[in-house]
């Protein structure tokens, strides 16, 4: 795994995008319901043959029903030429307020199935994790689930080739923002989650949750210790900093899935530019 420059010859066999921290409010005229308009035009403008975009939680800011009909609205609006959308539920979706009022909003305006799902997209495999309790900041996965995710990630189909993988909150230790002392790690299983992801070596997992810029160190988690290789996703409503300090921008990923490598590509969507510190390349087959 290395950086890479952004500009890279040759045509993708798979393009997506992935956002995250949306917050999208019920007020219409909201900072963060501007950004994610703003994210969105960028993404048509700039994504031809997208296979998607992965969405990686905190879609709202409380779950509340008024401000998801707000973020319908706002890929409503946006419909023409956007790649279709699957979410990750985050703590700010179905923690504030009984669990499984939150889950049904959630599945409800998001299309999605329920807490975890997976998606085969044009040949690749795309797997949404997420907690199965209303825990106010961490994540909580059943055993089921994590079965359930080793035997995803072990079919067959997809040995050879990457396997996209999204949980909103971060393992310890790993991406920007999850370090032990800054606290915004979440997963309550997070040794065995490891566990899972070491024995697959052809997962790449992002997750959101911390906010922290692109720019930051550690956006990056080169799968050291056994574990996946692993990229914070920054946030498209606001960011954060490694000065712990809110950060007025919106930023995700652009990705591109060659036969030999995927390059990881940090969009800055304020200002509609890259994000040079950001560009990523991890190669294949993958070993650990």
Known sequence: MRRNDH????KPLVTFQVITDTHVTADAD???NRNLDRALKDIIANSMGSSGIMHVGDLTDHGFIKEYEQLNQIIEA?????PAIRFAAGN????????????????????MTGAYHDHW???????FL???????DFCHLTQEQ???LDMKLGEEASADRPVFVFLHQPLM?????????QGWYGVVQDSELKQVLGKHPQAIMFSGHTHWQLEAGHTMFDGRGAAATMFNAASVAYLWTDEDEHLAGSQGYYVEVFADKVLVKGRDFASGSWVESAQFQVDYPASR
């Open 7 to 10: 500009n890279e010859a040759g």
């Open 30 to 32: 909201h900072e963060h």
């Open 78 to 82: 946006n419909k023409e030429g956007l």
């Open 92 to 111: 700010h979706d179905v923690a504030f307020g009984e669990w499984a009022s939150r889950l049904g909003n959630y599945t409800a305006y998001s299309g």
């Open 121 to 127: 997209i044009d040949g690749y495999h795309f797997i």
């Open 130 to 136: 997420g907690t199965e309790q209303g825990l106010k």
């Open 146 to 148: 994590l079965e359930w």
């Open 173 to 181: 230790d790993t991406v920007a923002g999850s370090l032990q002392a």
